[in-house]
């Protein structure tokens, strides 16, 4: 057959030749027909309106350009919407009409074969309806894509969904090639954004009305109101005119639709009707007068074919799709120099088979031809990038009446736009719409919210049943309101249906736990109240940031007044303190006597008077009634501090003194939790808390030992009873709580012991919720909006105080001065006193150790160190004290002088008349060294006799 051909192709080229040459003008028979084939489901509306549209796009293209060599020859065959039918068709195309290319299928499941026998055969395949991501020109060379890949809208889709703020969305896509491809895609655009696919419902195209049906329903049942729809037009009509039957297009829902549902097959005005209020995206037609031109042609003969193909008058993309294709391809053909003869015979003789397939020698060089053709076409400028369409502009459409109103462009680089012409405009979100119902207003997402149900602590939640006969609630408290401002801060709608969590009695249907645990059984979508955030329901729900403080403690009741204690005074100290000071007053008083003892008089006498001086010099420091004179340096050094740490000490026990008698001071019962467990005493908790199992595992306290109370007034009875009057002895609960009870009882009861970290109440979700991030940042606008989140508290707690006001007196010690206070003082002084009395004893060895050493050398250095200690006892006539002094008295009392009737009186009289200061008196003992004697008559008179 292929010899035939070729012959005949010579004998019609040499015969248009001759006629040529006798005159004649060849027309249309000089023109080489190049075969193409097309397959197409023609029972379908895109495919009936693609055959036409081709037809149109063959006739339009060699009116321009009458001069090409070369001319398409369609060869159409259809496929019957069945897979085998359309790789039949295609291989009877390879095989009997041997196509150089072919158009179609125009399924992307059908596509999938006819791509691998294009493969085979190195014939281009050419698609401009099989937009599958799954089929990708970049995997088999000779597939051709001259539409838009569908992942290209999933950005564009993401970005709509986070413009409505939308934290979750239902899928419902066809179960086929071309509905499930995509979905990958849209899972990973929507998860970018953290919006979560709540569920997916895939309807097969054989599905009848009934089972459909079956599906919504289902969707209905569970309150889901925002639909994402992939599906063909043909599939999304029917689903759409379902889904209105069943009130799912009213007012509440949101649906949105992607390209292969907006309309792009062409659909009856009863269609549009059941799409009222739907959003959607298409490819954007830019206009053109090429594109007006084939409109108003395309108007004018649809009467003729109107009733062959029942489509509307409006333009289809896909049809406009095929039209730019014919084109490219015929542009393509005469570019590469095509030939009807390229085909080159299979060594195989069976030609049933398919490995058989004649090879067309020129595909590779056509298909590049195909790849590098650009112009402008009705559907915008033509040009592949890696074999496919390059995605372009997006228009976002609301479905209102019967037309598609646009609301918005959108583009990878630039986001969403209104003008298409301003370039430098900023992006903005799309214009406002009208939803299903003919509402404008966004559909809000419906929540089934459990609430606890309790009898105390109702400031939190209160639920409270309209009447006896009917279920409605009103659900108030401080969880509630700072819920619904979250809500308002929210950024998008959110609708809660608060279900209260009761049983037959309206009384609470369990413990706190057990409602928690509710969300994983699906009974509620979430759970609002004072809710505490701990570890172990975090095992199986998502907790919200807090919006209140944290932290459980323990309240006690308090003692009598300690201003009638009988040692009160004591109190501003405490005994590590007294104990310290003292000890600092006996070595001050002692280092000052080793500095004064040997050249100060006033520190000198008996044993029991320099013991007395000891105690009392340092002591009297307190009033500064010492009168003692000191004369050395390095005392004077060391009593210049000691004053100065006096002074703080005692000015410090005054103001603590001050405070304690005359501040109210809220004494605990008990400050320690070791002290009840220990005593085997009751404890106290709020009913249906987690407090139970932290008081039984952390703090070890038996279950018997515990009873639970429900409200601030049982609190109260319980601690006012006591532990031996079928009450308890403390109450552990959180600090919100105890704020409450605090705030009513303040002056019988007080926090005590340490604080046990919680979390905070938070709003609960189940694990991986999209609400959680949303909700935890609106939690973050509330309370950081001091004037909002005031408002609140005022409203539930306006006479409350903050549990910082209840702690005074946690401890019985916690107002008394410890010696951490003043341990830089003390250190101080230490340190001076040490140096200043490790110099003295320096000096005195360097004075009289070698003098020792010299007149005893024999001598041991006990001997040496006890004859120190007796040099140490006597005066230092060097000192300043001693020197003009002795002179003076050797004046007086000297036998050259002095008067022999002289009695000791009498010398006494004038030695203290004869030296300075009107009380001191300077005489000579027996080792001829000076004595000074004050107004201390007994220490002075004991070194008279020795002065003869």
């Not at 419902?172 to 979905?183: A, C, K």
């Not at 074919?305 to 391809?329: C, E, H, P, V």
Request: hydrophobic share 40%; net charge neutral; with cysteine.
């Amino acid at each position: 057959m292929t010899n035939l051909k070729l012959h005949l192709s010579k004998f019609l080229s040499f015969l248009l030749l001759s006629l040529n040459l006798c005159g004649y003008e060849p027309l249309m028979m000089a023109n080489e027909l190049i075969p193409v084939g097309v397959v197409l489901d023609l029972k379908s509306p895109v495919g009936r309106v693609a055959e036409r549209y081709m037809s149109m796009a063959l006739s339009d293209f060699y009116v321009l350009n009458h001069n090409y060599s070369t001319r398409l020859s369609l060869h159409t065959k259809d496929s019957e919407n069945d897979v085998i039918a359309a790789t039949s068709a295609a291989l009877d195309l390879m095989k009997k009409e041997e196509v150089q290319a072919i158009i179609g299928p125009q399924n992307s499941t059908h596509a999938r074969f006819v791509i691998e026998l294009g493969r085979k055969a190195q014939v281009p395949i050419i698609s401009f309806s099989a937009t599958s991501p799954s089929l990708s020109p970049s995997q088999n060379k000779f597939f051709l894509r001259t539409a838009q890949d569908d992942s290209a809208q999933v950005k564009c889709i993401a970005d709509i969904v986070k413009a409505f703020g939308w934290p979750e969305i239902t899928l419902i896509y066809e179960d086929t090639e071309y509905g499930n491809s995509v979905i990958p895609h849209l899972m990973e655009a929507l998860q970018v954004i953290d919006t979560q696919v709540l569920s997916r419902c895939v309807i097969p195209p054989s599905f009848e009305s009934t089972e459909i049906i079956k599906e919504l329903n289902k969707l209905k049942e569970r309150h889901i109101r925002i639909f994402l729809v992939h599906m063909t037009a043909s599939l999304g009509s029917k689903l759409f005119a379902l889904a209105k039957n069943a009130e799912m297009m009213s007012e509440g829902y949101a649906w949105m639709v992607t390209d292969g549902s907006s309309l792009l097959d062409p659909m009856s005005s009863k269609v549009m009707d059941s799409m009222q209020g739907v959003l959607g995206i298409r490819p954007y037609l830019p206009p053109s007068k090429q594109l007006k031109d084939f409109e108003r042609k395309w108007k004018r003969n649809l009467t003729s074919i109107q009733a062959k193909i029942r489509s509307t008058t409006s333009l289809n993309l896909f049809g406009l799709w095929a039209y730019d294709t014919i084109w490219a391809l015929a542009m393509a053909v005469e570019k590469a120099g095509m030939h009807s003869s390229f085909f080159k015979q299979n060594v195989s003789g069976c030609k049933a088979d398919l490995a058989a397939l004649d090879i067309f020698e020129n595909g590779t060089r056509l298909r590049n031809t195909i790849v590098n053709t650009k112009f402008e076409g009705l559907s915008g400028n033509f040009g592949l990038v890696n074999g496919q369409l390059e995605p372009s502009t997006f228009e976002v459409f609301n479905v209102i009446g019967n037309t598609e109103i646009n609301i918005g462009y959108w583009t990878p680089q630039r986001g969403f736009f209104k003008d298409l012409k301003d370039t430098s405009e900023k992006a903005y979100k799309l214009k406002p719409l009208i939803w299903p119902g003919q509402t404008i207003h966004q559909p809000p997402l419906s929540l089934k919210i459990g609430v606890p149900v309790k009898n105390g602590f109702e400031e939190f939640v209160k639920v409270k049943w309209i009447s006896s006969t009917n279920d409605t609630i009103n659900v108030s408290g401080f969880s509630i309101d700072v819920f619904n401002a979250v809500l308002d801060a929210l950024p998008f709608p959110l609708s809660p249906k608060f279900i209260p969590y009761a049983n037959k009695q309206r009384q609470s249907n369990g413990t706190y736990d057990q409602l928690v645990y509710e969300i994983k059984t699906k009974k509620y979508d979430a759970v609002i109240g004072d809710i505490t955030i701990i570890a172990n329901r975090s095992t199986y729900v998502d907790f919200t940031l807090p919006y209140t403080e944290s932290g459980v403690q323990m309240v006690v009741s308090v003692k009598h007044d300690e201003r009638k204690s009988l040692w009160i005074f004591l109190k501003p100290l405490s005994l590590n303190l007294w104990l310290t000071t003292g000890v600092a007053f006996i070595f001050t008083g002692l280092v000052i006597w080793v500095l004064e003892h040997r050249v100060n008089t006033e520190f000198r006498g008996p044993p029991e008077q320099q013991i007395g001086l000891i105690f009392w010099f340092s002591f009297s420091t307190l009033a500064f009634a010492h009168r003692e004179k000191v004369v050395n340096n390095w005392s004077r050094f060391v009593l210049v501090i000691w004053i100065f740490l006096v002074l703080i000490l005692t000015q410090s026990y005054t103001a603590s003194l001050t405070s304690i008698l005359t501040v109210q001071r809220l004494q605990p019962t008990f400050v320690d939790v070791k002290e009840i467990k220990k005593n085997g005493y009751f404890v106290g908790y709020q009913k249906n808390s987690f407090v139970k199992e932290l008081l039984k595992e952390q703090l070890d306290i038996h279950e018997s030992m515990l009873k639970p109370y429900e409200s601030s007034e049982e609190y109260h009875e319980a601690l006012s009873k006591g532990t031996h009057n079928g009450g308890v002895a403390a109450i552990f609960d959180e600090i919100p709580y105890l704020k409450i009870f605090l705030a009513n009882y303040a002056s019988q009861y007080t926090t005590v012991g340490p604080l046990y970290e919680t979390d905070g109440f938070g709003f609960v979700f189940p694990q991986g919720s999209p609400f959680v991030p949303h909700m935890s940042r609106a939690i973050l606008n509330v309370t950081q909006n001091r004037s909002k989140i005031q408002a609140i508290e005022s409203k539930y707690f306006s006479s409350q105080l903050t549990c910082e006001d209840q702690n005074t007196g946690i401890s019985p010690d916690s107002h008394s001065l410890g010696v951490d206070s003043f341990r830089g003082l003390f250190l101080i002084a230490r340190i001076a006193s040490t140096v200043s009395l490790l110099v003295c004893v320096s000096k005195l060895f360097y004075s009289y150790w070698s003098v020792l050493s010299d007149e005893n050398p024999a001598d041991s250095c006990w001997s040496k160190l006890v004859k120190m200690a007796k040099h140490f006892d006597q005066k230092d006539l060097s000192s300043h004290t001693f020197r003009g002094e002795e002179s003076r008295v050797h004046v007086v009392a000297s036998p050259e002088v002095s008067e022999p009737s002289l009695g000791i009186d009498d010398i006494q009289n004038h030695s203290r008349n004869s030296i300075e200061g009107p009380d001191d008196v300077v005489i000579h003992d027996d080792n001829g060294s000076l004595s000074s004697s004050s107004r201390h008559g007994d220490a002075s008179m004991q070194d008279v006799p020795n002065s003869s």
